[in-house]
Each structure stands twice: as structure tokens, then as C-alpha cells.
């Protein structure tokens, strides 16, 4: 069957002479550019496995449910358009560069690009307001998918065979600035770039967020990404080792995201971890003057940032060690082992004094000048060690890394 183009425009500015229904043609070739821009319908439009020769227009056009599964055709254009229901482009095929140009659409149910849906060229959907779904669900996108800034209520699936590659100078997933209600799936999709594969900056999830790192071949950008609860499908060691290696540049954010949703089910040995690998990051990646990362470096190895004060009480029983080895093998110090011990603790612990009164030290000896002065230098780090003790375990170091 053949119709043209301007056929199925004229029916639908009639429509109020159409059945209820609204118009539907199956399997039929479609002549001439079907442009529908501007069109006010109430009464659904059903073009399922049609083929269009030109490029589809549906700019503006108002529809009550709108129906292009297995639409074969160079485009789709349809910024602006409003459909009551579901728009559905289930298995459709679209082979121009610009595969669809889709800004501000208003959707009152749900989108679905999914069931073999395959896009030669990019797919823009930015700026559109989706009531229900969009499921993009063993789709292919060759060219990116740009979903930036849109509004989605239920979920957004791109999961379950969804690929996506592709995306030029931007991501492959364009995602920044969108909120959605409800779910966020990666969950079986796949999504490459030799660049950033996901951009998810400034994204509002407002339930669970279903992201298995596998599915991400390339970068990502995740500043701003807040969700609700634990996250899905990663384990906190694939986060620990996904987000210094495989994000395009340092941010507190993501890390801060993802220990306050630990925080929140009271998994406080992760978030120490994640506080801590965050902190590495910044060293790494970070913008820290010289001074300011040989700081950071003190800090981590002594007290973790702040985050395991203990390492701190380590190191001091490591200065008392030294300095008793340093005093027994001497020979510089006159009084029995035992008061020779006591000395040695003397001198190099701050807060606790033994009583070692009958020793001296010969400082006549270049030997025993040498003690004096490494006793000197213990003790300034054992008073250095206990206060980072404090400093950690009081969460001072926290306050200011």
C-alpha cells in the first residue's frame, strides 16, 4: 500500500471525521515528506512498520497517543511535540546523521526506543519531559544518545542489550542535568567511547541507580550525581577502583555521594575506606600545590587523613623503639639495661616519664653527642605522632583535608 505524505497530513487536521481511533496503516509506504508540524490531533496516530521515503516532521504536532514502531525512514524530527500517551518507536530504523531531532517534546506516558530500535545517526531527546518510562531496551545507538536536562518520572532503561556508542565531541550518553523520578538502569546495556562513554554530571536519581561498571567501556563524568541509597550492581571495591582510574578528572562529589549513601545504612568501616581512597585521589589528581601534597602525604600515612588515627599510635611505638635501640647500643649511657630503657622512654615520650634519674650520658664522646641529638629529634616526632593522634581521633584532620 502507498500514501502520500500529504495524504496522511490532510486526514489529520480532519481528524474530527476520523473513528475514534484515530488513523492507523500497517506495513504501508509513505510517498513524498511526511510532515505533520504544527498538526493538532486529538485522535491517535498509528504508522506501524510504515517506510518513509523523506524524513519525518512532526514539529510542534499535538497527538492523543502517537505510534512509529517499525518506522523505516533517513529521520525523525519532532521538536516540541506533545503526545497525551505513549510515543512508541519500537524497532524502528532511522539512517541519517541527525536520526532524531527531538528538543522539548511533552510526553504524558512513556517513550520507548527499544525491541531492535537502531539509530545510524544521533538521537536528541534534550529538554524533554517523559510522565512515565523511557526504555531504550536492546536499542542501538550508533551516533550517542543526548538526554540533557530532561525530566522523567518513572525510569530511565537503558538496559538489557542497549547500545550506545559513538557521540563526537561529547559522551556517547549525554545525561547532564536530568532528573528522574524513579529508577535509573544501565543494568545489561553497553556504552563505548574512546572518550567519556557516560556523561552523568548534575544527574537526580530519585530512587536506586543500577550502574554495573562493566557496561562502561571509556570514561565518565559523574560530578553532581546524587541518587537514593546504596547504588546497584558494583561492589564499594569497584567504586574504590573505578572512580580514580576511569573518571575524567577529580571530584569531591562523586565520593562524597557515595559515602553518605554508606553512611546512611550504617556501613561506617566503608566509608572509612571510601574517605580514604578519596583521599589518595586527591593527591593524585588533585590540584595541591608541592607543599600542600607533601602535607597530604604526611597525613595519610600517619593518621589516614584522619581516618584511622591509629596508624598515628604506630608510628610513636615505632619512635620508642628506636630510641631505646639507639640508647642500649650506645654505650654512651651510664646506668643499669633496665634504667637505660627507662631513659630512652624519657626522652622520647611526651605524656608518660619513668623514673630513670641515675643515668648520664657521657657527652664529652662524639658517641654520646649523637644520642643527645637523636633523642632531641625522637622526641619532636614522638610529640608530632601523639598530636596527629589526637588531631585524627577528634576528626580535626577530617575537618581541614
Not at 486526514?11 to 505533520?36: F, K, N
Not at 554495573?212 to 567504586?239: C, H, I, M, N
Request: glycine share 12%; net charge positive.
Amino acid at each position: 500500500m502507498e500514501i502520500t505524505g500529504d495524504e496522511i497530513r490532510r486526514r489529520m487536521i480532519d481528524h474530527e471525521s476520523l473513528d475514534p481511533g484515530g488513523l492507523r496503516l500497517v506495513g504501508a509506504t509513505i510517498t513524498g515528506q511526511l510532515d505533520l508540524s504544527d498538526v493538532v490531533a486529538k485522535r491517535p496516530l498509528v504508522l506501524r512498520d510504515c517506510t518513509a521515503e523523506q524524513p519525518v516532521v512532526l514539529d510542534r504536532a499535538q497527538f492523543t497517543v502517537l505510534d512509529l514502531s517499525g518506522l523505516v525512514a533517513p529521520s525523525l524530527r519532532a521538536r516540541g511535540l506533545a503526545v497525551d500517551h505513549h510515543l512508541r518507536l519500537s524497532g524502528a530504523r532511522l539512517s541519517a546523521d541527525e536520526s532524531v531531532d527531538a528538543l522539548h517534546m511533552r510526553i504524558g506516558g512513556s517513550v520507548y526506543l527499544d525491541e531492535g530500535f537502531h539509530a545510524s545517526g544521533s538521537v536528541t531527546l534534550s529538554g524533554s519531559q517523559i510522565a512515565a518510562v523511557l526504555m531504550c531496551a536492546g536499542a542501538r545507538f550508533e551516533a550517542g544518545l543526548f538526554l540533557v536536562d530532561l525530566r522523567v518520572g518513572d525510569g530511565i532503561f537503558l538496559s538489557q542489550g542497549c547500545e550506545v556508542s559513538g557521540g563526537g565531541r561529547h559522551a556517547s550518553v549525554r545525561l547532564r542535568g536530568t532528573r528522574v523520578d524513579g529508577q535509573l538502569v544501565l543494568r545489561g546495556g553497553r556504552f563505548s567511547s574512546p572518550g567519556v562513554a557516560l556523561d552523568m554530571r548534575h544527574v537526580r536519581v530519585g530512587k536506586e541507580l543500577f550502574m554495573p561498571f562493566g557496561s562502561v567501556e571509556g570514561k565518565a563524568q559523574l560530578e553532581g550525581l546524587t541518587y537514593e541509597g546504596l547504588p546497584r550492581d558494583a561492589t564499594v571495591d569497584e567504586w574504590l577502583a573505578f572512580l580514580p582510574t576511569r573518571t575524567l578528572r577529580y571530584s569531591a562529589a562523586p565520593w562524597a555521594q557515595l559515602a553518605a549513601a554508606h553512611q546512611a545504612a550504617g556501613h561506617e568501616r566503608d566509608v572509612r575506606r571510601i574517605r580514604v581512597a578519596q583521599q589518595r585521589d586527591l593527591r593524585r589528581r588533585g590540584r595541591l600545590s608541592r607543599w600542600g601534597r607533601a602535607w597530604h602525604l604526611v597525613r595519610g600515612v600517619t593518621v589516614g587523613h584522619g581516618y584511622r588515627p591509629g596508624l598515628a599510635l604506630v608510628w610513636l611505638a615505632g619512635v620508642l623503639v628506636v630510641s631505646v635501640t639507639v640508647v642500649l647500643s650506645s654505650g654512651a649511657v651510664r646506668c643499669s639495661v633496665v634504667e637505660q630503657v627507662g631513659y630512652a622512654l624519657n626522652v622520647a615520650t611526651p605524656l608518660v616519664k619513668v623514673d630513670a634519674a641515675r643515668c648520664t650520658v657521657d657527652g664529652a664522646s662524639l658517641t654520646g653527642q649523637a644520642v643527645l641529638a637523636s633523642t632531641w629529634l625522637l622526641q619532636l616526632l614522638a610529640w608530632a605522632f601523639a598530636t596527629l593522634f589526637v588531631a585524627g581521633f577528634t576528626g580535626l584532620v577530617r575537618r581541614n583535608a
